[in-house]
């Protein structure tokens, strides 16, 4: 079943440059409740990185409906610090930023299920969703700012690996391979969701290019005798001890080579109809379907 629809990441908006380029957080309530009033005298405010060169005066309202208020703004203060902090870093420290959180997310949603089991409710269900849609929009934010990092696209794959979204898993997954053709994990998600989407040749495909350019992978040959049989059992002599396919166990992208195998993983076909949005994906989650190490964290 196809995954969810899942929209672009929310960006960050200053509410404090709506009121105009003077206000931020250490600004006196009585001056900000000045430059609302004298802004919406005027119906606009000085452009801004993302509102554009004039602000509505819904907008200014919006602003000000949150900064009025001593704990809405105490909450929006704390997101306002940390998003000039990340600013402040280099392109690559900021990805990084957003790449850990979003493998936090992805961590987060893996244990929900975990934890629920093949029993999971429909409130867990939308919780990991919406966990999994989180992790997909850090690694996102992250990709804008680093568009060459490998580990990038592996791990948005792996996301929409389980939520069952295989055409941006493939798509993810080839350009893993693109940036890294010897990096087994991006070869392993993309056999795996071309196999889950009942693309089985092509799987095949995807596992001897991968084989071809990380010889001894255990997943690899492990994920090859899931799909062909028995008869590929032979391929097992010479694996190599592997490591977990969860984004925390990801490599940094100066790490050469890659070592090969990342982990055993219980990857046994089951396609149980769905009998409410995203339970099926979830049970299979919880079982090692969802495309990761049921031992990673």
């Known amino acids: 079943a196809a995954g969810p629809s899942l929209g672009a990441p929310a960006r960050f908006v200053d ?30 405010s000085p452009g801004h990185p993302v509102l554009g060169p004039s602000v509505s005066r819904s907008a200014l309202d919006e602003a000000w409906e949150v900064l009025r208020d001593e704990a809405r703004r105490k909450a929006y203060d704390g997101a306002w610090r940390r998003e000039h902090s990340a600013c402040a870093l280099q392109p690559q420290e900021r990805a990084d930023v957003f790449r850990r959180k979003g493998n936090e997310l992805y961590s987060a949603a893996r244990e929900m299920m975990k934890s629920s089991g093949k029993s999971a409710s429909l409130g867990a269900v939308q919780e990991g969703l919406k966990l999994y ?44 391979t693109e940036l890294r ?20 040749t092509e799987a095949q495909q995807a596992l001897e290019r991968g084989l071809a350019a990380a010889p001894g992978s255990r997943e ?67 079982s090692g379907r969802a495309g990761s190490s049921s031992r990673s964290p």
Not at 181 to 200: M, R, V
Request: with cysteine.
């Open 15 to 44: 509410l404090y440059a709506v009121l105009g380029p003077e206000a931020n957080p250490e600004t006196p309530q009585l001056e900000l409740s000045r430059l609302y009033e004298s802004r919406r005298a005027g119906g606009s």
């Open 133 to 176: 849609k989180a992790a997909m929009q850090q690694y996102t934010l992250a990709i804008d700012l680093s568009p060459n990092d490998h580990r990038l696209f592996s791990n948005r794959a792996m996301c929409y690996l389980a939520v069952e979204d295989h055409p941006r898993s493939r798509e993810d997954a080839t350009r893993c």
């Open 181 to 200: 053709p010897d990096f087994a994990k991006g070869w392993y998600i993309l056999a795996k969701s071309l196999w889950q989407h009942g693309s089985c």
């Open 220 to 286: 690899l040959i492990e994920l090859r005798a899931e799909i062909v049989g028995p008869d590929a059992a032979g391929w097992s002599q010479g694996m190599q001890v592997g490591r977990s396919v969860s984004p925390v166990c990801t490599p940094s992208p100066s790490r050469q080579p890659t070592p090969p195998g990342f982990g055993n993983i219980d990857q046994r076909p089951r396609s149980p109809p769905l009998v409410a949005a995203g339970s099926s994906w979830f049970a299979r989650s919880a």
